[in-house]
């Protein structure tokens, strides 16, 4: 240090600074603490936004032949779940095949891919359960694929809800932490924005930044960004797990992947908090680190805006099950399994975007809305972000959709309800953000969708789809409506949802190699810098390639960042 440390530093010499005080982050920190390492932990928000992202979250986790999937005769296994991931990430930049400075930027990915694997398969589920943390007792079957062996998707359900959503992720490892904080090898520097790294002699040995003033807002509320003072702290290591670009509406359209899926969206809604800019990834590339794989972004082509938002541009996004009808701006049903709700997020968006708009339409029943439609959020889900039983019970088996839902259908400006399709498209027509809908059109194709039912036999991929989701015990139960024509006023009324393009995770950051360090332009790790969770694109700067299988951007917080703190304390 250059003069006497104050603030959170003072009387306190960290052995490690980790920069985020989101999931990652928290891993890292009690990793390190665990093993009697002193930590410095800062992050430019207040204590109340301790967790960050992950306590905004659905809290889904991927585990592979976990009890959950045993007890409900899902057959899975290391080898299917690996097949299914390399069929998903794609790699396809591997470069000479070595780590040298023509390794390619896939080359630490596809490695930490095979290793994060493996810990889904073998201690994933035993880690988190020892610190206290459980989940459903049943396996969702989230991104189904494009209906290749070999290709995108999960071949099974495992997508395992935390009971009690991303709070309890986050808490299981911010008590800890905590607990090491009065212990006094934990400090916090709340307010803290870290605007440089410092580099001595090729090594990080540090960070400098500014102090902000104080801002009591509420969890998740934009704060001000007023400097009231500056601070340079030092340690042996540095750990960056500051998070994506998700928030960053410039970053993600400059980083848009153009060519390979549509033109960046004009309209475009934040599924993160404003305090998700991106800004230490820049910092740290400055600072001699690598990024790789810029243009892997995970957007979503489900989101509604907010009709409560915390955050600017707050949106939520639907988790469909898959039986409501897709449809672009044109009025053109979406074709393939990627015009299957839930089943390929990519696909569908390259459809979507394929018109020239940024937009489409969901055309549903009450039937289908009151069983398949989920929201993602802790907030959204208060009876399972509660843990609370009797409250889930009646919230997700009785009649009518979950509260949460009808709100939205009540109050969404996205969501328009009529009891036929001449109201129900003249409704949609009115929120239309680009062309008229033509009810003929609309009808012929919802009539023939409709005739694929009359017999168990049929080559609708669509409906074919839901018959494989009933055959999943818990989706049938759940998750997944009885097939049904559309316009049986039995199953009415009628809804139709404007759908948004959201934006949500960096799949590409700061490549790293297998102990989480950052690597330079030449392949070498740069001495004392780390990189953990999105800012390292969940592992090695883009763990998983081009798509994500679902429930694997908080594992991938959890598996970098004990990857991080691990190597570090093992020095």
Not at 55 to 62: A, T, Y
Not at 331 to 358: F, Y
Not at 381 to 391: A, L
């Amino acid at each position: 240090m250059t003069e006497t440390p104050s603030g959170p530093a003072a009387d306190f010499t960290p052995d490690a600074i980790v920069v985020g005080a989101g999931l990652a982050g928290l891993v890292a920190t009690h990793e390190l603490a665990k093993a009697g390492k002193r930590v410095l932990v800062l992050d430019q928000e207040n204590r109340a936004n301790l967790g960050a992202q992950a306590f905004w979250s659905l809290g889904g986790l991927f585990f592979v032949d976990s009890k959950q999937q045993r007890r409900t005769g899902i057959k899975d296994s290391y080898e299917l779940a690996l097949q299914d991931w390399m069929g998903s990430a794609q790699f396809d930049r591997l470069g000479d095949g070595t780590d040298g400075p023509d390794r390619g930027e896939d080359y630490w990915p596809r490695r930490w891919a095979e290793a994060y694997v493996r810990f889904a398969h073998t201690e994933k589920q035993a880690y988190l359960n020892d610190l206290g943390l459980s989940s459903m007792p049943f396996a969702g079957w989230a991104e189904r694929g494009d209906g290749r062996a070999t290709g995108h998707g999960n071949s099974v359900p495992r997508f395992h809800l935390t009971w009690g959503t991303g709070p309890e992720v986050v808490r299981v490892f911010a008590e800890p932490v905590e607990a090491a904080e009065q212990r006094g090898l934990v400090r916090f520097g709340f307010r803290h924005r870290v605007d440089d790294l410092v580099v001595e002699d090729g090594a990080v040995v540090g960070v400098r930044g500014a102090q902000l003033a104080e801002d009591d807002s509420p969890r998740g509320v934009r704060s001000n960004r007023d400097v009231v003072g500056e601070f340079d702290y030092r340690a042996a290591a540095v750990v960056v797990g500051s998070g994506g670009i998700g928030h960053n509406f410039d970053l993600m359209r400059q980083n848009w992947p153009t060519e390979r899926i549509g033109p960046a969206p004009e309209h475009l809604i934040a599924g993160v908090p404003a305090h998700v800019d991106g800004r230490m990834i820049g910092i740290t590339e400055a600072a001699g680190a690598t990024v790789v794989n810029r243009d892997r972004l995970w957007a979503y082509v489900e989101g509604v805006h907010n009709w409560d938002p915390i955050w600017p541009d707050h949106a939520i996004r639907i988790l469909p099950g898959p039986s409501s009808m897709w449809f672009d701006a044109d009025g053109k049903r979406l074709e393939g399994m990627s015009g299957v709700p839930g089943a390929d997020t990519n696909g569908s968006m390259k459809q979507v975007l394929a018109g020239g708009h940024d937009y489409s339409w969901f055309i549903l029943t009450q039937t289908i809305i009151e069983k398949e439609f989920g929201l993602s959020g802790s907030e959204q889900n208060p009876d399972i972000t509660g843990k609370d039983v009797k409250f889930a019970i009646k919230s997700r088996l009785a009649k009518g959709a979950p509260g949460p839902v009808e709100a939205f259908k009540e109050h969404g400006v996205d969501f328009v309800v009529a009891d036929n399709l001449a109201d129900l498209v003249a409704n949609m027509n009115e929120i239309a953000r680009g062309p008229q809908l033509d009810v003929a059109e609309i009808e012929r194709q919802i009539v023939a969708r409709d005739r694929e039912l009359d017999n168990p036999f049929c080559k609708d991929v669509q409906v074919m789809a839901i018959a494989n989701a009933r055959r999943a015990k818990t989706e049938k139960i759940i998750r997944v409506a009885p097939p049904h024509r559309i316009l049986d006023p039995a199953h009415g009324p009628l809804i139709a949802v404007r759908l948004n393009i959201l934006s949500r995770k960096t799949l590409g950051g700061l490549e790293t190699n297998l102990d989480a360090q950052c690597i330079a332009a030449d392949g070498s790790p740069i001495p004392g810098l780390y990189a953990a969770g999105e800012a390292a694109g969940f592992g090695g700067g883009g763990v998983h390639g081009y798509n994500a299988l679902e429930g694997t951007f908080l594992g991938g917080c959890i598996f970098s960042g004990r990857t991080a703190g691990r190597a570090i304390a093992r020095g």
